[in-house]
């Protein structure tokens, strides 16, 4: 054995992983290399691995821990007791006097640099097998923080060693297939951020659920962020788009405020010899408040894609915020090992078939959907109940859990997030997973069917009974290309990430009003004009929904742009068309405090809908909101390939006063690119589309509205079910009109609805008829797609991208633009 027993950071690099291991290695390279380009990293210095080879030799712990090892194979010991044994065997040992000294010595010149003798520092462990690129050990060793005084650190330096041991660590390597005696461990001093005085958490370069790689993830808690990392608490998230990151004054997609019920803070009362750290709860006001402003939360951004361009693979890091400086540090790096392993051309569709009832919710974790009886299990000392395949439902896990993990068919627990243990080891699994549900250990029965599903966007549902599902695998690269753009039609933020590898020309329709009604959920008059709203328990609700905003209309402004920069993050730079609220006045009645500005009509799908409301006194202000929000997307936020798109406009004098109303609110078409286009779906504007045509810069046909209309059949009417048809002729005749007086005009039109993925007939017929753009639902794209390249090729069509970015008949642009 050679070399230096301790080293400083700076002297360190990522090749380095055989001496100090993964993290302390990455710390290194990130001291050395990013330093210099304004990222903040504590310094400090790593025992290295010979220092640990040395420590087992000269306490005779090899023979030993071979000989745990091997009952543990053989099944003459449980893991727990191979664990603690195995730990014990490097607690009772004694570091070699020169080792032990040159730690002291490296720990009192880092206390000469910080200003003061006996500094704060956090004792991180780091494994020589941990943080490679397709494994990742995070978490599996300890970390004690908070160590004060030279006796304190030896005895941390003591504990990192055993926690080499820990049950998820043995599990863990056993699963990659690591030799346990090969393996050695560094320790790194690092010296401590003030986090207990500000805040801390994660971020991940990708998306971890979706894969989606141009987002930053970060997660943020008040105080020390073992609470985040360890998933104990309810932190607050954010997404940051990267590519607008030095475009765009503020690309944030997502601002979500958690809990925060408890955090870690020092505790300097303990024994110096023992955690130095405790929990406590938060005051009601930190609750209230996000971790982060968003300048915050873009610094944190910009260091993340350093640090990706840098190792030039996606990274999972840890942050903190010093309370008595202000100051922002990057305090670990390491790749990040699940999505990053998963190809970007081949491509998994998980589809619930049918529905059940809802029993429990929470974050989902995955892509998948799993069945099985739930088995409930609420302490690790009954993990031995636990049957194959079933789905395990407990509380919350830990390392203990491990191993009965392997065998569930998913998981479910009450606590945690996105960072918890469960969702960690889910993901390493490849298993679903719902956590952080609340009360699914109180609401899921022993012995009952479930489907956990995970398929629907960011939270996970588990559901009543065996339902049915398709798993469809597709290769991406293997889809034809077609002449017709195919874009998709998206309504859920939450599910958003999830479609991003499906190779389409945009989105063709993203509904407003669905995220109004989910996510906003007041009518946004009740927020202009709170004191018109009569009900108690609304006026209630719009407090607790707008709780820590400055008023009202600020909620409803914020609220929605961050729910349509979302819809658009992963579509960008290609067009998102956002169609703009079209609720109907008995739908925006049932928005909260929305009783008090709508008046009941007779035939609502005929009455105060679309355009009509945004000029109208009764709605005016309403859309003043809506209008701030798309601008925020589009100014602000920075997607400004957002194409604003009117519903229901049914006279071209109604068309103008639509324009000037958006224009006064800074909508102003062709300001800044902006782009309006028109719903058809009215027969007026397939009659007058030449004058509709002046006015806007493309159509979309809306297949259900215009049906509706020709035929005069109200298509929620039951009993007229048969006549509701967009294949008759009547309908296609004027689909066939709209298409040619609008390539006569110069402007695409497209369409958007499921009527070409159910009729195979009605595709062909429009395509026939050289329609631009369909779009689809997504989970139809793939098959529509297909069929629409084969339809294509019947008619002697020559194939192109899908992402085509010129008209087929005027050669202008178009969508694409």
Request: charged letters at 25%; a negative charge; proline letters at 5%.
């Amino acid at each position: 054995m050679g070399g230096a027993p301790v080293l400083w950071f700076e002297h360190l690099g990522i090749a380095d992983v055989p001496r100090v291991g993964g993290k302390n290695a990455s710390l290194g390279e990130m001291v050395r290399e990013l330093s210099a380009r304004g990222v903040r990293v504590p310094g400090g210095f790593a025992t290295s691995a010979d220092a640990y080879r040395e420590y087992v030799v000269a306490n005779g712990i090899g023979p030993a821990l071979a000989e745990l090892l091997e009952d543990h194979r053989a099944g003459r010991a449980t893991l727990r007791q191979t664990g603690a044994g195995a730990r014990e065997l490097f607690l009772r040992g004694e570091f070699p006097e020169a080792t032990a000294q040159e730690i002291l010595r490296f720990y009192r010149r880092l206390g000469e640099r910080a200003g003061r003798p006996d500094p704060a520092v956090a004792v991180r462990s780091s494994a020589t097998a941990e943080d490679l690129p397709d494994a990742s050990f995070a978490g599996q060793q300890e970390t004690y923080l908070n160590v004060v005084g030279e006796e304190a650190l030896l005895e941390a330096c003591r504990r990192c060693y055993a926690s080499l041991f820990t049950d998820r660590a043995i599990t863990y390597r056993e699963l990659k297939g690591f030799d346990h005696l090969q393996v050695a461990l560094s320790v790194g001093v690092q010296e401590m951020v003030r986090a207990d005085l500000g805040g801390s958490g994660v971020m991940f370069t990708i998306d971890t659920e979706s894969g989606f790689p141009d987002v930053a993830v970060i997660s943020a808690a008040w105080g020390l962020g073992e609470t985040v990392v360890q998933g104990t608490v309810d932190p607050d998230k954010y997404l940051v788009f990267k590519p607008l990151l030095d475009v765009a004054p503020a690309p944030v997609v997502e601002r979500t405020r958690g809990a925060k019920l408890q955090k870690m803070v020092y505790d300097d009362d303990a024994p110096s010899g023992g955690v130095r750290t405790r929990l406590v709860d938060t005051f009601a006001a930190e609750r209230r408040a996000f971790v982060l402003d968003d300048d915050e939360v873009l610094q944190l951004a910009r260091w993340a894609v350093l640090v990706e361009q840098h190792y030039g693979r996606p990274m999972d890091l840890e942050w903190a915020k010093d309370g008595s400086s202000g100051e922002l540090f990057l305090l670990q790096a390491r790749p990040e090992t699940v999505q990053a392993g998963r190809g970007e051309s081949r491509f998994t569709v998980h589809h619930l078939t049918e529905k059940g009832r809802v029993l429990a919710t929470g974050a989902a974790i995955g892509d998948g959907i799993a069945t099985g009886p739930a088995c409930l299990i609420r302490s690790a000392a009954d993990i031995e109940t636990f049957r194959d395949g079933a789905v395990l439902v407990t509380e919350m896990t830990d390392p203990d859990w491990v191993p009965v993990m392997k065998r569930a068919a998913a998981i479910v627990t009450d606590h945690g997030g996105a960072t918890s243990h469960a969702a960690i080891v889910s993901r390493e699994l490849g298993l679903p997973a719902v956590v952080g549900t609340g009360d699914a250990s109180r609401v899921l029965a022993e012995g009952r069917p479930l489907t956990v599903s995970c398929a629907e966007g960011d939270r996970g549902t588990v559901y009543e009974g065996t339902l049915a599902f398709t798993t469809e695998e597709v290769d991406l690269g293997e889809l034809p290309a077609s002449r017709t753009r195919i874009m998709v039609n998206v309504a859920s933020p939450a599910a958003a990430f999830r479609w991003w590898r499906l190779p389409t020309a945009g989105v063709g329709l993203a509904r407003m009003e669905f995220v109004v009604n989910n996510i906003v959920k007041v009518h946004p008059m009740a927020l202009v004009h709170p004191e018109r709203v009569a009900g108690e328990e609304d006026r209630r609700r719009i407090a607790e929904l707008t709780e820590g905003f400055p008023d009202g209309p600020e909620y409803f402004v914020q609220t929605l742009a961050l729910g349509l920069a979302k819809l658009a993050a992963p579509y960008h730079p290609k067009p998102v068309i956002v169609r703009l609220s079209d609720f109907k006045t008995n739908e925006y009645a049932h928005l909260v405090g929305g009783a008090a500005f709508e008046e009941p009509e007779e035939n609502p799908m005929l009455g105060f809908r679309g355009a009509s409301r945004y000029y109208d006194p009764r709605y005016r202000e309403g859309f003043a909101l809506e209008c701030r929000a798309l601008r925020r997307v589009r100014e602000h936020i920075g997607f400004d390939n957002v194409v604003v798109m009117v519903p229901f406009c049914r006279t071209p004098a109604e068309a103008d006063r639509v324009l000037a109303e958006m224009a006064s609110h800074g909508l102003e078409r062709g300001r800044r690119g902006l782009q309006v286009y028109m719903m058809c779906e009215i027969p007026s504007n397939v009659v007058l589309a030449e004058q509709f045509a002046t006015r806007f810069d493309g159509f979309s046909i809306g297949s259900n509205d215009l049906t509706q209309l020709v035929l005069g059949v109200d298509r929620d009417a039951e009993a007229l079910r048969a006549l509701f048809d967009e294949r008759d002729e009547a309908v296609t005749r004027m689909i066939s009109e709209a298409i040619r007086k609008a390539h006569a005009a110069g402007i695409p039109i497209g369409i958007c609805g499921q009527g070409p993925s159910d009729h195979p007939d009605f595709a062909e017929f429009l395509v026939r008829e050289g329609i631009d753009s369909i779009s689809l639902n997504p989970d139809s794209f793939l098959r529509t797609a297909r069929r629409i390249a084969e339809t294509e090729q019947r008619l002697g069509e020559t194939g192109s991208t899908p992402d085509r970015t010129t008209d087929r008949t005027t050669d202008r642009t178009t969508m694409e633009s």
